[in-house]
């Protein structure tokens, strides 16, 4: 059964530096890619970015390319989004995700973590 | 604003076909596969369609998908009250070599 289990939910301060973490299970880590997706309070979905771990390939969308870093490490199986200096904007959800090859599918997503940063 | 265009709202009765659409150019829809998410409230979204009009296992055929052009439909039918969520298009825009969602609609089942 694939699963994709996050980390737990952080409180931050502006200017701070964060990393949350997606651990998955269940597949061939390095077989597929495995990204972020936001939520903003009351709001839709945002496409962040993705990782190949096998290729140590990523694409980011504009929106977010500069803002955060995406990694993956193969030997834990883990996916982390990383941020230098948060800000208050950055209060979210973030989900993982698992995206199928060739496509936009994402097949599988984690319960999401929970960001909130307020001074 | 998102690059995808979706009504912000639709509603129907129970047992009522509803359709949601998604609208996107020829760098993404028109280009490529269409997947629709389904978000019950408080939850995470949930894979409904994938490739247009594939149902992952599980997922009821009262749901179906289709893709014309730049265009996308989501059609639900025999409504029911558990139907009632927030549901987003995504696709992969080729110039951007990223993914997109549409801005989402909320159903409601009067």
């Known amino acids: 059964e694939v699963q994709l289990v996050q980390s737990g939910a952080e409180i931050k301060k502006p200017g701070e530096s964060l990393q949350i973490s997606c651990q998955a299970s269940g597949y061939s880590f390095t077989d597929f890619w495995i990204g972020w997706v936001r939520q903003m309070p009351g709001k839709g979905l945002e496409w962040m970015a993705i990782i190949h771990p096998g290729e140590s390939t990523t694409r980011y969308s504009p929106s977010f390319q500069g803002q955060v870093t995406i990694s993956a490490d193969k030997s834990t199986s883990t996916a982390y989004l990383q941020w230098s200096t948060l800000k208050a904007s950055d209060a979210a959800i973030y989900f993982c995700v698992r995206r199928l090859t060739g496509g936009p599918t994402l097949d599988y997503w984690g319960r999401g973590t929970v960001v909130s940063v307020s001074s | 604003q998102s690059v995808l265009t979706q009504p912000p709202s639709v509603s129907a009765a129970p047992g009522q076909k509803v359709t949601i659409s998604c609208s996107g150019n020829s760098s993404n829809v028109g280009q490529g596969y269409v997947s629709w998410y389904q978000q019950l409230p408080g939850t995470p979204p949930k894979l409904l369609i994938s490739?247009?009009?594939q149902r992952p296992s599980g997922i009821p055929d009262r749901f179906s998908g289709s893709k014309s052009g730049t265009s996308a439909t989501l059609a639900i039918t025999g409504l029911q009250t558990g139907d009632e969520a927030d549901y987003y298009c995504?696709?992969?825009?080729?110039?951007?070599?990223?993914?997109?969602f549409g801005g989402g609609t909320r159903l409601t089942v009067l």
């Open positions: 995504g696709a992969w825009d080729y110039s951007l070599t990223a993914g997109l």
């Open positions: 490739a247009n009009n």
